[in-house]
């Protein structure tokens, strides 16, 4: 142990990153696309939810809907599933 120098007890690994198959690639994108495309759906979801509320607001459907509905299931649903669909769309691909 004497003649090894310090060098030798910390060498870093010389492991290079293995680089991913085109398989691997093509998963990756479509697994990205997925995300997207369930993300789109999910805002989409979120904007239907807001619109029939504001529709409601008109009176289309009947008597205004009442408060208990109109401050959890109206607008704030509405905008917090949109939210969660920008969330899930906009993930970067790993």
Known sequence: ??????D???KRSTHVEA???PEQVRQRY???RRFVHIGQVIMLVGFLIAFQHWLAHLGLFGPQPPLWLDTAAGYPMGALILAIG???AGRKAT
């Not at 142990?1 to 310090?6: E, I, L, P, R, V």
């Open 8 to 10: 030798e007890y910390c």
């Open 86 to 88: 920008a969330i899930v």
């Open 1 to 6: 142990m004497m003649g090894k120098k310090k």
């Open 30 to 32: 479509l697994r990205h």
């Open 19 to 21: 680089k991913p198959t």
